[in-house]
């Protein structure tokens, strides 16, 4: 798939891995719609001003299924077609699995993954009428391996994995593919406020010896919606973290 001139929304792309996919995608060329669930500022939108795209804020809640339809509808009503899905929102809510409440479990699966289901059905209809079209989902290296303190978050990414594969599979007949990327340690806010004690003990957990960066989640990204022939495979950028 060209990616100039194609429409792509992206879900939790106010900041961090959300918005470096935005920047990557815009300098591509493609139209792209920024999501959040607060209003997108004016701000935000001009700093990719200076790509040859249209740039346009969709604000909404993934994880309320009429929010969801509604903020695909408005994307075909301005643009005219959503071409790339991008189920980036995600939240984490860490607690040991002896203190973790059903809400606090509940809640991560609601958006995290609830939210890429109400977001994948909604753009399955106008996708499948065009007979084309790419959904990639934002997983994570803790889907994979587990982590501690984070049974809900590594739940919810674990079913992303084979919500991937198996809607991979439904619609692969109509040329609609839809692959997942798990992301390892990636240099954050997060990441940068923690003392060099325990980055030097993450980093040795990983064989390149080094945390990833957002950018390379964004090449890949694009990568993904651009390729033809690859759909429900969950690509992991992690340094080899997850090395098999």
Known sequence: MEIINKNVLITGSTRGIGLAIAHAFAAAGANVVLN??????????????????????????????DDAKRMVNETIETLGSLDILINNAGITND???????????????????????NMTQAVLKPMTKARQGAIIN?????GLMGNVGQANYAASKAG????????????????????????????????????DKIKDAMKAQIPMKRFGNVEEIATT???????????GQTIAIDGGLTMQ
């Open 95 to 117: 607690k040991l699995m002896l203190k973790m409440t059903a809400e606090d479990f509940e809640q991560v699966l609601k958006i995290n993954l609830t939210g890429a289901f």
């Open 221 to 231: 990204a694009l990568f993904l919606a651009s390729q033809e022939y690859i759909t």
């Open 160 to 195: 992303l994995i084979g919500l991937t594969k198996s809607v991979a599979r439904e619609v692969a007949g109509r040329n609609i593919r839809v692959n997942a990327i798990a992301p390892g340690f990636i240099e954050s806010d997060m990441t940068a406020n923690l003392s």
């Open 138 to 142: 934002m997983t994570s290296v803790v």
């Open 36 to 65: 959040g669930r607060s209003e997108i500022s004016s701000e935000l939108i001009g700093e990719l001003d200076s790509y040859s795209g249209q740039i346009i804020g969709i604000s909404g809640d993934v994880s309320d299924s």
